[in-house]
């Protein structure tokens, strides 16, 4: 076999790839640890995590990351569901609807929301709590082909129609057959889409920025504008999160993270 | 005759029947189509209708007109020139790393490494990209340190470094140094998409050529490349829509110096920079054009890459 003999012009590339991947993961995380000047030190992380501001920040990101996660489930798992029980005909204009965010950049979606909904008659922006609202559908618009895709590959895999039907046989109602039989079903689905929400929102600058909330992104933003190794240090942290949420992903689900991100 | 009563029966009361049972099928997807509608159909119209009025509200074309000015023309090229940089250079990278993990000798725990590693580097952006580029290859950086160390003394004693970056006139903080770091996400992401069609090649189409005497380079000439140069074009097509819609990174690693079309929107959303609010708005709709754009010739090619590419 030709195939197997050491090909050089393979290795060069799984190289080249290789440092491309590694190396400012590990430039970055080099230059986290030289806050204090002749040694190496974790004062970089220390600082991070002793700002008020920083854990507030977080805080507020991860519960909106939350709130986004459960409102994408209640709104795509119910959707899906009825689309492939009842309405198959109508799954390839929802699927197209649900790529949407990909045509439109997060920046013309903030926008949007900001000249339609800063006005009257809704004048959304004018409360923390109304803007919280707008903000947490911006966020669930962002994650949609995510979640759907996720839910749909998942709803794919299991016989809706059977489950259903044996179900009902039973005497169960709609609610149940949802949360008992269909939801159950549905845990890898469901945990893959909800992490890789949850990444996407707590790591994201443009809507939190724009619609003036006090995100994670734009404190970064500001942390970067005005100190040197902090940033580094963040780098690392929000690598690390994104990551085990991806890395939890293909875990569960055997390595089908070809989605394509949104929101940079 | 009964039974054709009963059948006349069953005739005439499912019409009322079905419906009205369609219309509670289809009330069960009204509160998605409401909230896209709502927060994503609604927006976007809004904002495309501002594009076609003056400050008035009247119909007018000036600001699609006005996008033909040279600073909005310049932001253009500039969003185009990063994308393109990008599509190519994440292109060929990743292409050439797909090629090498399919086709190539590579082990399989070196394939499913660089895949998972795809999958996770395809999926980072924002602003901690631009901090980890700026800690690597900034004027302090990791590697521009390193690149800096590399000297030796000249003939007149002077130290000579010939590898120092930013003596060669590179800048992280402009076209260049962005297009760098896309790449970063750029490549991973050709890795994910072109991995399949690498796959679709059919062994027995390079054992058909080898049996009538082509050479690899032959092979790849005649087969193997133009079966994949729709799916390879398509995948292109696909980073730069993802290159050309970036704002996050570009933001957080110039500070919104280098005028791209998603940062003049940005600049636009905080003031009124452009003198014309509807000209934000026909940016916006020219933004959306090209990535529409974009994506109807992916799924154009991706079709024709499917002829011969089972997935």
Redesign the interface.
């Known amino acids: 076999m030709s195939?197997?003999?050491?090909?050089p012009?393979?290795?060069l590339?799984?190289t080249?790839?290789?440092l491309?991947?590694f190396?400012?993961?590990?430039?970055?995380f080099?230059?986290?640890l030289r806050m204090k000047r002749g040694q190496i030190s974790f004062l970089a992380y220390e600082k991070v995590f002793a700002d008020p501001k920083f854990l507030q920040s977080f805080r507020y990101s991860a519960t909106m990351g939350v709130i986004t996660v459960i409102v994408s489930i209640m709104?795509?798992v119910?959707?899906t569901y009825?689309?492939h029980l009842?309405?198959p005909r109508?799954r390839p204009v929802?699927e197209l609807?649900t790529?949407?965010?990909?045509?439109?950049?997060?920046?013309?979606?903030?926008?949007?929301?900001?000249?339609?909904?800063s006005r009257p008659p809704f004048r959304m922006t004018q409360t923390e709590f109304t803007t919280d609202i707008l903000i947490t559908?911006?966020y669930?618009?962002l994650s949609m082909p995510f979640m759907f895709r996720a839910v749909d590959v998942g709803m794919r895999a299991i016989d809706v129609r059977t489950l259903t039907e044996a179900a009902q046989s039973l005497g169960a109602g709609w609610l149940r057959i949802l949360l008992s039989v269909i939801l159950p079903n549905l845990r890898v689905a469901i945990l893959s889409g909800s992490l890789?929400t949850f990444?996407t929102v707590v790591?994201?600058?443009?809507l939190a920025d724009?619609l003036v909330r006090p995100a994670l992104?734009p404190y970064?933003?500001v942390v970067?504008?005005g100190k040197?190794y902090e940033?580094?240090a963040?780098?690392i942290l929000?690598?690390g999160l994104?990551?085990i949420c991806?890395?939890i992903i293909?875990l569960v689900s055997r390595?089908d993270?070809?989605?394509?991100?949104i929101?940079? | 005759m009964s039974e054709i009563a009963g059948s006349r029966f069953t005739g005439a009361q499912p019409r009322a029947a079905v419906a009205l049972a369609s219309m509670w099928?289809?009330l069960?997807?009204l509160?998605?189509f409401a909230?896209?509608i709502?927060?994503?159909i609604?927006?976007?119209t809004?904002?495309f209708a501002?594009a076609f009025q003056d400050a008035k509200g009247h119909f007018t074309l000036v600001n699609i007109q006005e996008l033909f000015s040279p600073y909005i023309l310049k932001a253009y090229r500039t969003s185009l020139e990063v994308s393109l940089i990008t599509s190519v250079s994440g292109g060929v990278?990743g292409f050439?790393?797909a090629?090498?993990?399919t086709m190539?000798?590579?082990p399989r725990w070196?394939r499913n490494m660089?895949?998972?590693?795809s999958?996770?580097?395809?999926?980072?952006?924002?602003?901690?990209?631009?901090?980890?580029?700026?800690?690597?290859?900034g004027r302090?950086?990791?590697?521009t340190a390193i690149l800096k160390s590399i000297c030796y003394t000249a003939a007149d004693a002077s130290k000579v470094c010939p590898l120092d970056p930013y003596e060669a006139g590179f800048n992280l903080y402009g076209t260049v140094g962005l297009a760098v770091t896309y790449?970063?996400?750029q490549?991973?992401?050709m890795?994910?998409?072109i991995t399949p069609a690498i796959e679709g090649l059919k062994r027995e189409w390079r054992e058909a050529a080898e049996n009538l005497g082509a050479t690899p380079w032959q092979y790849w000439r005649h087969i193997g490349f133009p079966v994949l140069l729709p799916s390879i074009l398509g995948a292109m097509l696909?980073l730069f829509?993802?290159a050309?819609?970036?704002?996050?990174?570009a933001?957080?690693l110039t500070?919104g110096s280098i005028l791209l079309v998603?940062i003049v929107?940005?600049q636009?959303?905080?003031g009124d920079v452009l003198g014309n609010t509807n000209l934000?708005?026909a940016l916006?709709l020219g933004?959306?054009v090209v990535?529409?754009v974009c994506?109807a010739f992916y799924t154009l090619l991706e079709r024709r890459s499917s002829r011969w590419l089972k997935r």
């Open positions: 195939q197997s003999r050491f090909n012009w393979t290795w590339w799984i080249i790839g290789t491309y991947f190396v400012p993961l590990y430039g970055t080099d230059f986290s709104l795509f119910p959707t009825w689309i009842k309405l109508l929802v609807l790529l949407l965010p990909f045509i439109i950049p997060v920046i013309v979606l903030v926008f949007g929301l900001i000249r339609t909904f559908a911006g669930v618009i890789i990444a790591g994201e600058l443009i724009f992104g970064m933003v970067g504008g040197a940033p580094a963040l780098g929000s690598f994104t990551w991806l890395g293909q390595g993270v070809r989605l394509q991100p929101g940079r | 099928t289809y069960g997807v509160p998605f909230f896209i709502a927060f994503l609604f927006p976007a809004n904002l501002g990278l050439f790393v090629y090498a993990i190539g000798a590579a070196v660089l895949l998972t590693f999958g996770l580097a395809a999926n980072f952006g924002g602003v901690p990209l631009a901090f980890a580029f700026i800690a690597t290859m302090t950086g990791f590697v790449t970063y996400f490549f991973p992401l890795v994910l998409v696909l829509g993802s050309f819609g970036a704002y996050a990174t933001q957080a500070g998603t929107i940005g636009q959303i905080r934000g708005y916006a933004m959306v990535m529409a994506i």
